[in-house]
């Protein structure tokens, strides 16, 4: 599925992924209870996480909103 998406693609997904996990595990949650919050599956937070999965920005706002978070931390790779 990710052979459509050019390798600078994936790396973005992979950074933000990567950056949902750090923010949710240092907040003390679990993908399910990110879930619960964001109002999504517990798979649909593990494959953005794992950058299988290319998001929508509403689903990035939910996250966001779960982790009580600008949804513009997301992007914040500093």
């Known amino acids: 599925m ?3 998406y050019t390798q600078k693609d994936i790396e ?10 750090q923010l949710r595990t240092v907040q003390g949650m679990s993908q399910f209870q990110l879930s619960v919050e ?4 517990k798979n649909q937070i593990g494959r953005i996480e794992r950058a299988e999965r290319n998001t929508s920005l509403v689903t990035l706002n939910r996250i966001a909103e779960a982790l009580d978070i600008r949804l513009a931390d997301l992007f914040d790779f500093s």
Not at 13 to 21: A, H, L, P, T
């Open 12 to 21: 973005v997904m992979k950074m933000v992924g990567n950056k949902i996990r």
């Open 38 to 41: 964001a109002d999504l599956t």
């Open 2 to 4: 990710l052979d459509k």
